[in-house]
């Protein structure tokens, strides 16, 4: 009997895969709320469906701490087909909480508007490289060339904030080349082609030629790279909605029975084990939260019950449990799969002769189980 309940767990373990599930919520765009103002669903995967308007391209669905306004999740939809987008969010909301939420809607850049970026883009950087050089004859950085290639980079960045590239992102990093072009210019000797008691030309005229070429060589090199990283779809933020301090679902108070199968050491060593086994039914309280606590702690409760049947030592006696009949337990139990736990703990029984010569009948007896049982999860709500 106890080899059959044994199996009936392990095949349960294995016919009851865990699948994620996704729950659906509807966006309305134009009223701008979900589920028509019902609270979100707290602890589960969301799936976000609404309709927008043809010339919506891309959407950024952005989750924010309503008491903190930080980001905490983005996610994204590209157009393909049809209007109807359909944003996939594993982030999980907790429970009886409030967050703010920003849609941002993009759309394509028409190649006019295009052009003007661009052009607004190698101008800033244009900009910036003349006014990182010092004074109007010599030849030096202000800043030395990486932290110059770094600022071209965060410039650059932050002209193409607004904008987002159907590629899915912006290969916005310049090149070792123009790294060296800075290098160069840093270290440039000016004089270079300048002949002494060549009449044909000044050493200043030499020295504010080389100075005009290297600056111009290394405003070309950017303008380059600019094209490079502009040489592609380009998606404009047309507008944005906001929908702030909206509620989750309250969370009921979860509760969970345990019904398995476990056995008890009772006395003996390896070679002259006393033990026996029996089913028994009690209840559980997980230690932590699904989204809020670590991954142990969400698969691992408190658990206490009781053995549904006495047990018997080797030599054929009833051994009681402490306050009433049956044994009672207290241990903590793991998820292993989907709905089988693995049980630990301590069994309180009635120490009598049969188990320990030197205790009295009325003293509690604590030993060790072990065993597996079927969780069934209840939601329990207390109050209105």
């Known amino acids: 009997m106890k080899k059959l309940i044994l199996l009936f767990f392990i095949v349960l373990a294995f016919v009851l895969p865990n699948f994620a599930q996704f729950t659906t919520v509807t966006y309305d765009l134009e009223r701008n709320w979900f589920n028509e103002g019902q609270p979100l669903p707290a602890e589960q995967a969301m799936i976000i469906k609404g309709i927008v308007k043809d010339e919506v391209d891309l959407i950024e669905f952005n989750i924010l701490s309503a008491k903190r306004g930080d980001e905490l999740y983005q996610a994204t939809w590209m157009k393909q087909n049809a209007n109807e987008f359909a944003i996939t969010v594993p982030y999980m909301l907790r429970a009886s909480d409030r967050y703010d939420f920003r849609i941002d809607l993009f759309q394509n850049l028409s190649s006019t508007k295009k052009q003007e970026l661009l052009n607004d883009l190698k101008a800033t950087l244009a900009t910036y490289v003349d006014v990182n050089i010092a004074g109007e004859k010599d030849l030096k950085l202000l800043k030395n060339s990486k932290k110059s290639l770094k600022e071209l980079q965060t410039i650059t960045e932050k002209t193409l904030m607004p904008y987002r590239n159907k590629n899915g992102y912006w290969a916005s990093e310049f090149s070792e080349v123009v790294r060296l072009k800075l290098e160069q210019l840093d270290k440039a000797d000016l004089e270079v082609g300048y002949v002494k008691g060549d009449s044909s030309t000044t050493r200043q005229a030499v020295r504010s030629n080389n100075r005009t070429n290297l600056i111009n060589e290394l405003k070309a090199q950017i303008a380059r790279e600019a094209n490079r990283i502009l040489d592609t779809d380009v998606l404009v933020l047309s507008s944005s909605r906001s929908v702030d301090d909206y509620a989750t679902k309250k969370k009921a108070n979860s509760l969970a029975i345990n019904v398995g199968y476990g056995g008890v050491y009772l006395d003996g060593d390896l070679d002259d084990l006393d033990y026996d086994a029996a089913p028994y039914l009690g209840i559980a309280f997980p230690l932590g939260n699904s989204v809020l606590g670590s991954r142990?702690?969400?698969?691992?409760?408190?658990?206490?019950?009781?053995?549904?049947?006495?047990?018997?030592?080797?030599?054929?006696?009833?051994?009681?449990?402490?306050?009433?009949?049956?044994?009672?337990?207290?241990?903590?139990?793991?998820?292993?799969?989907?709905?089988?736990?693995?049980?630990?703990?301590?069994?309180?029984?009635?120490?009598?002769?049969?188990?320990?010569?030197?205790?009295?009948?009325?003293?509690?007896?604590?030993?060790?189980y072990v065993g597996l049982s079927a969780r069934i999860d209840l939601s329990v709500k207390l109050g209105k």
Not at 311 to 336: A, M, S
């Open 296 to 368: 142990f702690l969400s698969n691992t409760s408190v658990t206490m019950g009781v053995f549904l049947n006495q047990f018997e030592d080797n030599d054929g006696k009833r051994i009681e449990g402490f306050v009433i009949d049956n044994p009672i337990y207290l241990g903590l139990d793991h998820k292993l799969f989907q709905f089988i736990r693995l049980n630990v703990g301590a069994t309180f029984l009635e120490a009598d002769n049969s188990i320990d010569q030197s205790m009295s009948s009325s003293n509690i007896l604590i030993r060790p």
